[in-house]
């Protein structure tokens, strides 16, 4: 018994040795694999990075509003052309969207949170870093909303009970919406006060920041054309508001040569290549073709600029019958404009795959590695002007030539295109900003639904004939599509994840969640 | 002396004999208690020698013992131990009492603890070796499909060591661990897979399968399964899914050297296939070329559909018409070929696998020292064309008395696998059976393709991306998939004890036990120059161990005579490591056929991972036994977990339990009819944790640099650093009744679990930054009921028939998640549908869109005549079945043996991938004919009426023309059978939800045991034959066996994804002793 009462005693003592030397548990439980503090140059360069291969890819540009604005065409199975999208891919990029925003976010917050604003000084000045955030913060929502209409939305500089986004640190798991009227003032408002925050003697970024190489007064000029940007995309539903901030955008500082541009340039190596050559060479899948309607329309063959071949053909698109591998090299001459044709628009599956794809143009300049993907130029700031200027003339050719020398068309080129073209007006400036927005395809899709322009793209249920002479018919796979898709559902996700959220969401969408309900930006 | 044998025993050459000088023979038989009949292989030993001998067939022994020997040990399995002492006589006849159906059977419970079963308050169940064996199972936990109560298996089909999902008495975690602990002689045993979580979801991946397939069915002695909290506490937190514990075999005390040995021969075959149309072959209508003048038809090479023209014997331009005709320089005309269908169809296309396996092991041992080596050898061709997988074991494990009171014990054993060309399974370019059934041309004859490749080098590829360029459009050919673009991996993992027993008086003892497991896994993955996809290569290794140090005290008395106790208490330091590191070329290869890392074309991605883990432990349990007739039984355990934060680290939890005899009552004592019968009940409360690095926030890095900056990105997960254990709350009542001589028993078990403050990574709406967030979020709730009946129908001298009947209905229902959060999402299908649990649901819900159904509950065409869909996303079925039943039958007659089991499971239901692409494309059956009719001359016209969906989800019925109208107008609109396919994927989800009800024939064994007067020194020479998975009835989709929908051992189940197509094995084994 007492050998019993001994190796009790000892079970203690080796219980008491074992609980306390738990005191290493707070090592052994920090994460070796990543870390706790990063510079916010990385968050930047990631949020870049990623904005392009969540926006511009294969799947929510590529197979959702690339082809619904008819710059591309699926050449095989055309569902997603016909507006049948697939909800995963609708779910991806809005949650891909957010989590990116959420870098931007934490930029800000590193650089106002006191025990950290100090360590982020070294990567550029706070107020820049913070600046650069919400004006591209801002660029995303307006994108965002332009898609979907209501949607969770935050703001740096507003307090507001319905702005609830990229607050999780905060408790706030399931956002609610926001109106779309509210969100657009309040991105205008962030785009003045992050433009007036801007000290343009101090770096924004040191490194990391691939869409302005960091360059504060690069960044001011982006926040005032953008700022531009959505005052005219609301100034018919408030004009006072809408010019008052034009006016105060001018003043600001807008682009004023392609050197302002924000693009992102990918690199040559797999993994670091533009999205649209992920999806071609990296992924292999020659899927998409340039779409009929807008080959036709820089053809001159459909659309009010029928005396000249856009010279932009050449770089947009690459001959028909050019192997994909010999796209990507640029291994082929270009020829004249009778070698490119593009895939006829919106047709069933049976009559897409009797095309071949030896008769249609493979897209050109956007599958090469080292792409740029634009998130805003001069040429869409000269074309604003001109529309805020009655359509503007000089305003107009300034626009097209901006464009034309980003896309690398030789100034001979350019000064013959540009002799011969129609003056500005209504119809003529949209449709030259339409063919400028060629890989922007949300803005196009904005200002097709805000204008109605340009007027040469194919409607739902109707036929059509190629200059080759066979008739074509889009068959749209949405009941009751008339015209282009007026936005997309939200996504399939919200409504399991966030039931409250999604809730609001419809209360103030003004309609049934589809793609046929008009946005009250664009309603009239 | 003790200090050499003991040596000798450990490096496995036992055999010291001590020699006497004076024998005397002896000579008897050995008998069954119960029923008189012969027991033959009993082991007969001289006590305190390694003297002894085996019976025969007959049961009949003769033996030479030295004069001066006292006693004989003798033993066999399932049968009472028992000395018989010697007197003068030279002839004994001894008697065994039958262990199984005494009532003081003893299992071994948690820790390896050995109980009488009647002092437990809570069930278990043990399957023995002649259960596991004799189908040849290349994998454990498959064994027990259908023989254990309350555990319930989804065993992958046909993948080379494939996944098994095992379930005791449900899911109890939202999105932590829900396999069982398996324990293996007392070493935890790491059961991880490594199957991507699209490998688990049907979108493609390879099925590494489980690494508790390491463990070798044939070193199994027994599998002991702890079903309930209560049993498994002692284990800690691991334990509270249920615990397998496996007890491998032993060198048993006997004279001289044992030697088994088994040798097997399976085949496996494809049994079920889905229902492909042999009508219409691929592509859309033939288009035509003209080459050199003349007009060919030409079908479309580049599509992967098969839409295309009737077989008529039409002459047209065949993928290696073209081919030929190119490597023949173009000259000439090419050859055409006859539009028809396939004469070598997809099933020619898999090969009859072929497994072998020998075992063979060494025991001996006298009264102080054992010992086992074995040795274990399986070379597994798979099915598919160009797999194997080589799996070489050895064992060890001895024991030695040192002294009279201290034994130590150790084992180790070790296992190295290598495998070539594992199946690729689910939405992959590298899974045939997706290019077979998903997406493909049903022309396409195997005998043709198998000519994959050219002299050259390239590719023969029927997939051409026009008649006129032979690069692959989107597919490869699948033969080309099989013998270019293989995967390799290989794995060595050990694992080993040991122990140290001290016993410090009677009634009284310690042990100290060092246990480690531990592996490393390399795998790697290609796809070679001229393939479909750009040419790849990755390596990946993970290397896993686990080490356990555990101290115990043990202790027993019995208190006079009515009075007994048993008590144990100890402490255990668990410390658990993971490393991966993951290598892969980025931009392609360099070098064709030179297969590194580093002939990346653009550099290399680097990605590596690790995690440390321990868990400090203090545990103690008493069990008091009054009478022999009422046992309580009390446990406490406490953890201090590293994952969670410092003031929940430390947490206690318990389990008390009740047995009572009722039979020892004295009125019901040696009763005639009911033999014995017990009532139990018991409660427990368990903790659990997680994984680690759940506390803080840390950034998320996203190789390589870009702009020459490194990416971090906040993580997709937000953190918590408040997190508390998990509780686990679970009781049970239940009862063991034997009647008519134990003739039949029956074991009946109802339980409740309740789990709470789950740690779950809850899916959270993107807006708000995050995907995820780490909460102590989700109660979950099981109830149902175990139910074993053995019954012996008839038992003679030379047959017997026993029935074994194992059932379990369990009823999940997740109870709340987290404040408003009422759905989490386990996974999503690779285009639609997904896999949740959800509040008032049972776990694993799968969701998607619906049908739209009128008032009259028609289903609702839009007026083109298509099925409408919801807009919002319902409950379409859940994976979990209703109840899960196998029924044995086994015969003996003489030395012949024949066992048979069917497998059942009832509810439950998968989402077919494989369905939806394979009605979009045209493959399946039911793209050509809808009761009978060719649809794609016809049209069909879809039985529902006319309708809208209104913005609230309402139906709004309208007519032919679309205009609104108060009455149901009955669809006539005509849909081409093109669009009928396409709305598979288009429309509504539930088009592709079935249920996973299925009836079995899950094995058959027949064998036949040659009387030792007919085999000389070989003895119980057994040999037999069997069949696993013959037949399989019930399906609702008879395309898919539900089992298929399994590709992971973890939460994510239920999504059918180009599954590889089921199979049967058969074959015939042989065992034999010397």
Same mark, same amino acid.
């Given at each position: ?107 800000? &917050?590193?650089?106002?949170?006191? $025990? #950290?604003? +100090? ?5 550029? %000045?706070? !107020?820049?870093? @913070? ?30 009970? &319905?702005?609830?986004?990229?607050? $999780? #640190?905060? +408790? ?5 919406? %926001?109106? !779309?009227?509210? @969100? ?46 959505? %005052? ?51 992924? %292999? ?240 | ?1074």
């Amino acid at each position: 018994m007492k050998t019993y009462k001994n190796t009790l005693l000892k079970t203690l003592v080796l219980t008491l040795v074992l609980a306390s030397c738990t005191k290493d548990f707070d090592v052994l439980n920090s994460s070796p694999n990543s870390p706790e503090k990063v510079p916010s140059t990385t968050l930047m360069v990631n949020a870049q990075f990623r904005l392009c291969q969540d926006i511009r890819d294969e799947w929510f540009s590529g197979r959702m509003v690339l082809p619904w604005v008819q710059y591309w065409a699926q050449i095989n199975y055309t569902e997603e052309d016909r507006y049948q999208y697939r909800e995963n891919s609708n779910n991806d990029a809005w949650k891909a969207i957010y989590t990116d925003l959420m870098d931007l976010q934490r930029i800000v &917050e590193l650089n106002t949170d006191a $025990a #950290t604003k +100090g360590d982020m000084l070294v990567y550029g %000045a706070n !107020q820049n870093q @913070i600046a650069a955030a919400r004006i591209l913060k801002t660029w995303v929502f307006n994108l965002m909303t332009d898609t979907y209409g209501p949607i969770p939305y935050h703001s740096v500089g507003t307090v507001d009970a &319905e702005f609830q986004a990229l607050s $999780a #640190t905060a +408790g706030i798991i399931g956002p609610v919406y %926001a109106p !779309q009227d509210k @969100i657009y003032k309040d991105m205008i408002k962030e785009l003045k006060e992050a433009a007036a925050q801007i000290d343009v003697n101090s770096p924004a970024f040191i490194e990391g920041d691939v869409l302005l190489n960091g360059d504060a007064l690069a960044w001011k000029k982006f926040a005032n054309s953008l700022r531009l940007r959505l %005052a005219m995309h609301m100034r018919a539903k408030d004009k006072a508001f809408a010019d008052q901030n034009i006016t105060e955008a001018i003043a600001g500082g807008l682009m004023t040569t392609n050197d302002d541009n924000a693009i992102v340039e990918f690199e040559t190596t797999a993994t670091n290549a533009s999205p649209m050559y992920q999806a071609f060479i990296v992924s %292999a899948r020659t899927d998409f073709a340039v779409a009929m309607p807008f080959i036709d329309l820089l053809k001159g063959i459909k659309g009010p600029f029928p005396t000249k071949v856009d010279p932009r053909l050449f770089v947009y698109a690459a001959p028909k019958g050019t192997k994909v591998t010999d796209v990507a090299t640029g291994n082929f001459t270009a020829g004249t404009a009778d070698a490119y044709e593009g895939q006829p628009y919106g047709v069933e599956n049976h009559i897409a795959s009797a095309i071949k794809v030896a008769n249609v143009s493979l897209p050109f300049a956007p599958i090469q590695a080292t792409y740029g993907e634009v998130f805003m130029e001069y040429s869409e700031v000269c074309f604003l002007m001109s529309e805020y200027n009655n359509w503007d003339q000089a305003w107009y050719i300034k626009g097209i030539r901006a464009s034309m020398e980003k896309w690398g068309v030789p100034t001979a080129s350019i000064d013959d295109y540009v002799a011969g073209l129609p003056a500005a007006n209504q119809e003529n400036v949209l449709t030259q900003k339409y063919i400028a927005l060629y890989m922007q395809p949300h803005e196009a899709w904005t200002e097709y639904r805000r204008t109605g322009y340009p007027k040469t793209l194919i409607k739902p249920n109707t036929s059509y004939t190629s200059n080759y002479g066979t008739v074509y018919t889009f068959v749209p796979l949405v009941v009751d599509a008339k015209d282009l898709p007026d936005r997309i559902g939200f996504s399939q996700s919200e409504q399991l994840l966030n039931v409250d959220g999604y809730k609001s969401a419809l209360a103030k969408l003004g309609g049934a969640d589809n793609m046929l309900t008009k946005l009250w930006l664009f309603t009239k | 002396m003790k200090k050499i044998s003991l040596l000798l025993a450990f490096l496995g050459f036992i055999g010291l004999q001590v020699l006497f000088a004076q024998t005397r023979e002896i000579s008897g038989a050995v008998t069954s208690g119960e029923d008189g009949s012969s027991i033959p292989g009993a082991s007969i030993v001289v006590k305190g020698t390694t003297l002894g001998t085996v019976t025969d067939m007959d049961g009949k022994f003769t033996l030479k013992v030295p004069t001066n020997a006292k006693a004989l040990l003798v033993t066999f399995v399932g049968m009472v131990s028992t000395e018989v002492p010697l007197t003068g006589s030279a002839k004994y006849d001894i008697k065994l009492k039958s262990e199984s159906i005494s009532v003081d059977e003893v299992v071994v419970t948690a820790l390896g603890i050995t109980r009488e079963k009647k002092s437990l308050g809570y069930s278990v169940q043990e399957v023995g070796a002649d259960k596991i064996g004799n189908a040849q199972q290349s994998n454990v936990m498959n064994a027990l499909a259908g023989r254990v109560a309350g555990v319930t298996i989804g065993s992958s089909t046909g993948t080379l060591g494939g996944s098994s999902r095992v379930t005791i008495r449900g899911a109890n975690s939202v999105n932590g661990d829900n396999r069982p602990l398996y324990v293996v002689d007392g070493i935890p045993f790491d059961n991880r897979d490594f199957n991507s979580t699209d490998a688990a979801r049907g979108a493609g991946g390879i099925d590494y399968g489980s690494m508790a397939n390491d463990i070798n069915p044939d070193n199994v002695e027994t599998i002991s399964v702890l079903k309930g909290a209560q049993a498994s506490l002692l284990y800690g937190a691991r334990g509270s899914n249920g615990v397998i514990l496996i007890t491998t075999k032993k060198g048993k005390s006997k004279k001289g050297l044992g030697v088994d040995v088994s040798t097997g021969i399976t085949f496996e075959q494809v049994s079920l296939l889905p229902q492909y149309q042999t009508t219409y072959g691929g592509g859309y209508p033939f288009t035509e070329q003209v080459i050199n003048g003349k007009t060919y038809n030409l079908p479309a090479y580049d599509l992967d559909e098969s839409w295309g023209p009737k077989y008529e014997g039409q002459k047209y331009l065949a993928f290696n018409n073209l081919f030929d005709w190119e490597a023949n320089g173009k000259k000439g005309d090419p050859e055409t070929s006859l539009w028809l269908a396939p004469k070598h169809d997809v099933k020619d296309f898999f090969d009859i696998g072929v497994l072998y396996n020998t075992s063979v092991a060494v025991s001996g041992g006298d009264d102080k020292n054992t010992f086992r080596l074995s040795y274990t050898n399986e070379d597994n061709d798979g099915y598919m064309p160009k797999s194997n997988l080589k799996k070489n074991t050895v064992a060890f494990n001895g024991s030695s008395q040192v002294s009279a009171k201290l034994k130590a014990e150790a084992s180790i054993t070790f296992t190295r696998s290598d495998a070539v060309g594992r199946p690729v399974t689910g939405y992959d370019d590298n899974n045939v059976m997706q290019k077979f059934t998903q997406w493909g041309q049903r022309q396409l004859d195997m005998d043709i393709l198998k000519n994959y490749k050219n002299p050259d080098g390239k590719q023969r590829v029927w997939n051409r991306t026009a008649w006129d360029n032979a690069t692959p459009a989107f597919s490869d050919n699948p033969y080309w998939t099989r013998y270019e673009n293989f995967n390799e991996d290989s794995r060595d993992r050990y694992y080993g004890s040991f122990g140290l027993n001290y016993e410090f008086a009677k009634g009284l003892g310690a042990t100290l036990k060092v246990m480690r497991d531990g592996y490393s896994f390399r795998t790697n993955e290609r796809t070679v120059i001229g393939s479909q996809a750009m040419s790849y290569f990755n390596d990946n290794v993970r290397v896993a161990d686990e080490t356990n140090y555990e101290f115990m005290v043990n202790y027993q008395k019995q208190i006079g005579s009515n009075l007994s106790v048993t008590a144990h208490a100890g402490a255990n330091r668990m410390k658990n490591n993971y490393f991966r590191n993951s290598m892969a070329t980025s931009g392609g290869l360099v070098l064709p056929n030179l297969f590194t890392v580093s002939n990346s074309k653009d550099p290399a991605v680097i990605d590596d991972f690790e995690s440390h883990k321990e868990i400090q432990s203090v545990f103690a349990n008493t069990s008091v036994g009054f009478k022999s007739m009422i046992y309580a039984d009390l446990s406490l355990r406490n953890d201090w977990s590293s994952i969670l934060p410092k003031e929940n680290r430390s947490y206690l939890y318990y389990s008390a339990g009740l047995s009572f005899i009722l039979t020892e009552l004295p009125g019901l004592k040696e009763n005639e009819i009911l033999n014995f019968a017990k009532i139990r009940g018991s409660y427990a409360q368990i903790g659990n944790d997680n994984d680690p690095y759940k506390t803080r926030e840390t950034y998320t890095n996203y190789a390589p640099n870009f702009a020459g900056v490194p990416r971090y990105s906040t993580p997709n997960t937000m953190p918590n650093n408040a997190l508390k254990p998990e509780i686990i709350s679970t009781w049970e009542i239940g009862g063991e009744f034997k009647f008519f001589n134990n003739r039949l028993g029956i074991d009946v078990t109802y339980y409740n679990k309740n789990t709470k403050d789950l740690i779950t990574d809850v899916e959270i709406s993107g807006a708000s930054g995050y995907l995820y967030k780490t909460l102590n979020a989700g109660e979950m709730e099981n109830k149902g009921i175990d139910l074993m009946i053995s019954g012996t129908p008839i038992k003679t001298n030379d047959f017997s028939w026993d029935i074994f009947v194992s059932f379990n209905a369990n009823k999940n229902k997740v109870l709340s998640l987290y404040k408003d959060v009422k759905n989490y999402r386990l996974t999503n299908g690779p285009f639609k549908a997904t896999i949740n649990a959800a509040v008032g649901q049972p776990y694993g819900a799968i969701m998607g869109t619906d049908f739209v159904y009128a008032a009259d509950g028609e289903k609702v065409v839009d007026k083109t005549g298509r099925y409408l869909k919801t807009t919002a996303v319902k409950v379409l079925g859940t994976v979990l079945p209703d109840y899960n039943m196998g029924i044995s039958n086994e015969f003996k007659y003489k030395n012949f043996s024949l066992s048979a089991l069917i497998d059942i499971q009832k509810g439950g239901s998968y989402f077919s991938t494989s369905e939806m692409w394979g009605m979009y494309s045209g493959m399946l059956e039911g793209s050509v004919h809808q009761n009978g009719i060719d649809i794609r001359e016809k049209g069909i016209i879809l039985n529902a009426v006319y309708g809208k969906l209104n913005a609230d989800g309402t139906v709004q019925l309208i007519d032919k023309t679309g205009a609104n109208s108060t009455a149901a107008v009955k669809n006539s609109t005509s849909i081409s059978a093109e669009r009928f396919g396409g709305d598979y994927y288009s429309r509504a989800d539930a088009q592709e939800v079935f249920d996973a009800n299925y009836i079995k024939f899950r094995e058959l064994t027949f064998s036949y045991t040659i009387p030792t007067r007919y085999t000389g020194f070989v003895k119980n020479v057994r040999v037999g034959i069997f069949g696993r998975n013959l037949a399989i009835w019930g399906l609702d989709n008879p395309s898919f066996d539900p089992e298929s929908a399994v590709t992971s051992s973890g939460n994510i189940q239920g999504i059918e994804g180009a599954a590889l197509p089921a199979t049967k094995t058969y074959g015939f084994n042989l065992k034999f002793n010397l």
